[in-house]
């Protein structure tokens, strides 16, 4: 699969060990974007000419396929193209403010702050929204009996419950098969963040209200994600009102489209989309050997920690493995890693309520894989940092930054 990324032809010496915050970008999205810009860039929906009718069938196309492959049914209906997670997760929220007065939010204390400060902003500032938090379990994933407990006890009749599939922090992935039961169960609307599943699994992704996830993290164009929605929201006003989401105005009335294109205002990451029908169909031919690939990578990773250097913050399942050096500062790992070759993310991982909290108000250090990483470059990443926390531990270097 390496061999489909041309980034590795050409840059042999990096180690890019940082997919989890965005991938490297397959062939067949450098040639489709170079295509559109090339020679049919026009927009869509508009004008009646034959490129602007080219785009349009590619749009319809790239719809049709991303339902297929998470297993949704009426793409006009359920696929929302948007800018990335951050905007679909942000219009769900807006979605449900405008459709209930108030209730019980459900939030998994491990949400990205994509999907928590929404939450958090709607919390504030209307008084009948509460926040309660899911909590993980001895495993890192969220605590589900817990969940079903407290939400069978709340009295509340608006409930949302709003979870990261994944979590970009400890690469665990939630039981979204059992998250979607309970919400059933208990008349809950959901809202899934699929960043860090979709690519990495084949899901399925019906019977949710709202799940988004950004295509630059599955090896696709930057600046386009997907919502899929529930066609119900479909009565909903769009959150983004402008070009392309009505059917007709007058100055008396206003028609909404009624598909999924309400949600799309404006022109839309044109040269993005166009990439979608190839993608997916590598994504699908490969399926297997990715999710294999990705299960690999993470019991080498979890089977290199040396635990007197590093404390993880949990094993990982999928795509990402976190860690607290015991000496050193994470943002001194990152830059002296970095002058090795080696891509990797330290911080609080936009993550920063759970990551202060298991780490005791300090950072992590992130190293991420994809498709196209390696053995040996996980291998000889834990070797580097070996290397570092000896000199650390030895006083060679001193931490610049305290951890
Ligand atoms: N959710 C998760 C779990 C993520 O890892 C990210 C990206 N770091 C996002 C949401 C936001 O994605 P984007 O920046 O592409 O909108």
């Known amino acids: 699969m390496r061999d489909d990324f041309p980034f590795f032809n050409r840059n042999k010496s990096i180690v890019y060990l940082d997919t989890a915050a965005t991938s490297q970008t397959l062939y067949t999205v450098l040639e489709d974007t170079t295509d559109f810009y090339t020679y049919h860039k026009s927009n869509a929906h508009r004008s009646g000419h ?66 928590s400060l929404p939450i958090m902003e709607l919390a504030k500032n209307n008084p009948w929204w509460t926040i309660s938090y899911i909590n993980l379990n001895s495993q890192g994933m969220l605590d589900l009996d817990a969940l079903e407990q407290t939400i069978k006890a709340d009295t509340n009749k608006c409930k949302v419950i709003a979870v990261g599939a994944v979590s970009n922090v400890l690469g665990k992935e939630n039981d ?8 059933h169960a208990n008349a809950a609307n959901t809202i899934i963040d699929a960043a860090q599943l979709v690519g990495k699994r084949k899901v399925n992704l019906s019977g949710f ?122 943002e001194d790992y990152v830059m002296l890693l970095d002058a090795k070759g080696v891509m990797v993310r330290g911080g609080k ?37 070996g290397d570092i926390h000896a000199k650390f531990q030895r006083n060679v270097l001193r931490p610049a930054i305290a951890g």
């Open 349 to 385: 991982l936009c993550a920063q309520p759970l990551v202060d909290q298991i780490t005791s108000n300090s950072a992590l250090l992130r190293l991420s894989w994809g498709c196209y990483t390696t053995a040996n470059e996980i291998e000889s990443t834990f070797d580097k940092l």
């Open 176 to 183: 979204l098969a059992r998250i979607k039961d309970i919400a």
């Open 209 to 330: 209200d709202f799940v988004a996830w950004s295509w630059h993290k599955v090896y696709g164009p930057t600046g386009l994600g997907c919502l899929v929605i529930d066609p119900v929201w479909l009565s909903y006003k769009p959150v983004h009102p402008g070009g392309g989401s009505v059917v007709s105005v007058s100055y008396a009335d206003i028609i909404w489209q009624e598909n999924a294109g309400r949600f799309e205002s404006g022109t839309q990451n044109l040269a993005g989309i166009v990439t979608i029908p190839r993608l997916i169909d590598w994504l699908e031919s490969h399926s297997s050997d990715i999710e294999h690939h990705d299960k690999s990578m993470a019991r080498l990773a979890n089977a290199n920690v040396p635990v007197n250097q590093f404390h993880q913050a949990s094993e990982s399942d999928t795509g990402l493995l976190s860690l607290l050096p015991v000496a050193g500062a994470v």
């Open 50 to 115: 034959s490129m602007d009718t080219w785009v349009d069938q590619k749009y319809y196309l790239a719809k049709e396929k991303v339902a297929k492959y998470v297993g949704v049914a009426e793409p006009d209906k359920s696929i929302v193209f948007t800018s990335g997670a951050t905007q679909g997760l942000h219009d769900a929220v807006k979605l449900i403010e405008k459709a209930m007065p108030g209730g019980t939010l459900y939030l998994g204390i491990d949400a990205h702050h994509s999907l």
